[in-house]
């Protein structure tokens, strides 16, 4: 079956750490994004990409960064200079020009 | 600049009631697509429905139903005879036409209790 896979689902992480974050997709979608949930705050977009080896920041990228070397991979790095990198993060994906988004199951990262 | 605001956190009701789930959004656009996604306890965002803004007639779909009315910019998201399979955070969401942004709200929690 077609979908998003985010791995790992689970994280755990000493301050100061760079973490990457996988997402991969077989849906042959063109447009991949990144979100991050935090409680009551909805859904913040930090980096989407609409083709390989471009992408653009979203709302709050700093402290992230991406890269789209393959259709079908988005990974994001949380680095060091994310002020508060404890958060739940969601991948997604969508062909272009559709609206819906398809989600995977999301990463939750902790920073002890 | 877009927002969506869902001023209900969290809403608590007992199976077999009905439950409505309110939605304001903002807009300078005259073109544009509203959503609703259900994220379960799995953490996974599960696609409910899209209206586009030239369109506001209401859905019904099963035991769920959306009333659209553009000149409130409302797009409210009931729940009829909930189950205790429908408790998860119901996430109402905003996008232009052009391009691939979406602009989600902060969620409602509903819980449905046996």
């Known amino acids: 079956d077609g979908g998003i896979t985010q791995s790992p689902k689970y994280l755990f992480r000493k301050e100061g750490q760079n973490v990457t974050l996988s997402c991969e997709q077989n849906l042959n979608h063109d447009a991949m994004y990144w979100y991050r949930q935090d409680p009551g705050q909805g859904l913040r977009l930090i980096y989407y990409s609409q083709i390989v080896n471009d992408f653009q920041k979203g709302d709050i990228a700093e402290g992230y960064s991406v890269s789209r070397e393959k259709k079908e991979s988005f990974p994001l790095t949380v680095t060091s200079a994310q002020k508060n990198p404890t958060a739940f993060y969601l991948c997604?994906?969508?062909?272009?020009?559709?609206?819906?988004?398809?989600f995977g199951a999301g990463s939750r990262l902790t920073v002890l | 600049a877009q927002k969506v605001t869902q001023a209900q956190t969290e809403i608590s009701v007992v199976e077999k009631e009905d439950v409505t789930l309110d939605c304001v959004y903002e807009?300078?656009?005259?073109?544009?697509?509203l959503f609703w996604y259900k994220q379960p306890p799995s953490g996974e965002l599960v696609f409910l429905i899209r209206r586009n803004s030239f369109d506001e007639q209401n859905e019904i779909s099963g035991r769920y139903s959306w009333n659209f009315q553009k000149s409130t910019s409302s797009f409210n998201f009931t729940i009829t005879a909930s189950q205790v399979v429908d408790s998860a955070v119901y996430f109402c969401?905003?996008?232009?036409?052009?391009?691939?942004?979406?602009?989600f709200g902060g969620g409602t929690r509903v819980l449905v209790k046996p």
């Open positions: 969401a905003l996008k232009m036409t052009a391009g691939n942004k979406l602009t």
């Open positions: 807009t300078r656009d005259t073109t544009y697509y």
């Open positions: 997604a994906s969508s062909s272009l020009g559709a609206n819906v988004l398809t």
